[in-house]
């Protein structure tokens, strides 16, 4: 185990029912990094975010053959915990999905899942969440009311706001801002930098642009397949692959 | 123009049409409803509610009957509730559609299209002889839950339909398991519907009779515990008026019958809104 990866994925090949989502992907995501994943639509990346925490085993007939290790340890083992998995590697989906319930309700949701959360450090946790994921300060004096009254850009971080009640150690998100505005974007996108001191971050962007403002890392995945991996700026100045170059300047996607 | 105005003319006739439905169908219950209330309204008093019927319900009030209605809906509320929302959570979140599913939902179906006459004949046979319960609050319970499980089961079924698969995405991705996620994203969410499919069964308890005068019996004493046979309101009325035993308080229990379904639907009407106020 080479130290400074966070996650380790080795020969992986993903498949709904027949039809193969992910090749041979190779790829390891170093702590404490904003690891982007490009490519166009349909070409497995929520599925590749979706597989590091398992995710994907809701969907029915899907399997997947090469390992997948957090931090050493296969995430595929039958013997770990699933539930444990998933608040050690949290997700954030392309549209904010709050749960029709307080904005309390909503971030203390994933906390009381473990009974071992006690009643009295909650409100601190929820109070945590909230100032990390800049939050706290617009809702703070309405904690209680419910959090389908928030704007597209306070659900979504109020979603960021949820995983990191769990304190999570890697970060999932699939296009954050895709429902967003340019300003709700900005302010995700400072959250996420300021974030990256404390977990491991895979970002879905959701578009180059966002890609080379955050990213510290760059792949680019097409048709399933990892074409490349690297550095950002090494990707965005001087793509190896044609495909990835065409892509990154605009000729398709 | 004149294709114009043919678009008017059709889409005035259609207007005119879907009205004369709707008022029709409007007409037809205000008749109803005011023919009862006109006849039997006159006889309500509080000893009317208050009073046991007395020679045959000839004279005195429907007091035991009233109890009678509410045991029996009761019991087959407790029943059918947990029996039919079990059923419904297990057919659309713990089973895959398929063979099993399928044959379960077919089963319900028929179900629900058995008259109740012959669920009535199944719990005499069934409770009242086999089990040897006799005429009583339980055996009618019973087989009134049996009678109310279907609508109890599709309600339940269609509310957690509508639910957003993203919920129970959320949820697991919060680490939750999978009776965490129903219990805790899906069915507060599900509630009004499952809410109004049990108000259904409660409204359906209520005005049934072929299956109480079958399993409960037809008594007018007042009941003193579970085994005790009875007769509700709605048998009452088809006593008094099919033996010609008094009309007056026949239309009387009839008037009594329609305010009970009103106030049940109003009270949970009023809860529904509540519930969903708090939620958004």
């Known amino acids: 185990m080479s130290t400074g990866n966070k996650i380790a994925i080795k020969d992986f090949n993903f498949y709904y029912g027949s039809l193969q989502a992910l090749q041979m992907i190779n790829l390891d995501i170093r702590a404490n990094e904003i690891f982007a994943l490009l490519g166009p639509a349909r070409s497995g990346k929520t599925t590749f975010l979706k597989s590091l925490n398992r995710l994907t085993d809701l969907v029915y007939g899907a399997s997947h053959t090469g390992t997948i290790l957090l931090d050493g340890e296969d995430i595929y083992d039958p013997k770990i915990s699933l539930t444990q998995l998933r608040r050690r590697v949290g997700i954030v989906f392309d549209l904010p999905i709050p749960l029709p319930m307080s904005i309390y309700e909503n971030v203390a949701y994933g906390p009381k899942l473990s009974n071992k959360t006690q009643k009295k450090y909650l409100d601190e946790i929820i109070e945590k969440a909230l100032r990390s994921a800049f939050l706290w300060d617009e809702v703070k004096d309405r904690l209680h009311t419910s959090a389908l009254r928030l704007s597209g850009g306070q659900q979504q971080r109020l979603c960021i706001s949820r995983i990191l009640a769990l304190d999570p150690e890697v970060l999932l998100l699939d296009e954050p801002c895709s429902g967003l505005d340019p300003i709700s974007t900005a302010s995700i996108e400072e959250t996420l930098s300021r974030l990256k001191k404390e977990y491991t971050i895979v970002l879905v962007p959701h578009n180059i642009q966002q890609a080379s403002r955050v990213a510290d890392r760059v792949g680019f995945l097409l048709d399933g397949k990892l074409v490349e991996e690297g550095p950002a700026f090494e990707i965005f100045t001087r793509p190896k692959n044609k495909k990835t170059e065409d892509y990154i300047s605009g000729k398709f996607g | ?280």
Not at chain 2, 265 to 272: C, S, W
């Open chain 2, 1 to 280: 123009m004149k294709i114009e105005r043919g678009r008017y003319l059709t889409q005035n006739i259609a207007k005119i049409l879907i009205w004369m439905a709707a008022l029709s169908t409007m007409a037809v219950m205000a008749l109803i409803v005011f023919q009862v209330l006109w006849e039997g309204l006159p006889v309500l008093s509080l000893s009317f509610f208050l009073d046991s019927p007395r020679s045959m319900g000839r004279e005195g009030g429907i007091f035991s009957t009233i109890i009678g209605t509410f045991a029996l809906t009761i019991v087959a509320i407790l029943f059918a509730t947990p029996l039919g929302v079990g059923t419904a959570i297990f057919l659309w979140e713990y089973t895959r559609e398929g063979r099993i599913s399928r044959t379960i939902r077919f089963g319900i179906g028929c179900l629900a299209g058995v008259p109740s006459i012959i669920f009535g004949l199944f719990g005499f046979v069934f409770f009242v002889i086999y089990l040897n319960m006799g005429w009583s609050i339980l055996s009618g319970g019973l087989t009134m839950a049996a009678l109310i499980l279907p609508t109890i089961i599709s309600a339940t079924e269609e509310a957690l339909k509508a639910i957003p698969y993203s919920f129970r995405e959320v949820s697991y991705s919060l680490g939750g398991t999978k009776w965490q996620t129903v219990t805790r994203a899906v069915i507060p969410s599900a509630l009004p519907g499952i809410f109004t499919g049990i108000i259904l069964g409660i409204c359906r308890s209520i005005e049934e009779t072929a299956v109480v005068i079958l399993t409960a019996g037809s008594s007018l004493l007042i009941p003193t515990s579970l085994f005790s046979p009875v007769r509700t309101m709605s048998v009452h009325f088809y006593i008094l008026a099919r033996e010609g035993i008094s009309m007056e308080m026949a239309y009387g229990t009839g008037a009594a019958l329609i305010l009970l379904v009103l106030v049940v639907n109003i009270v949970a009407n009023f809860l529904l809104h509540r519930y969903a106020r708090k939620k958004t």
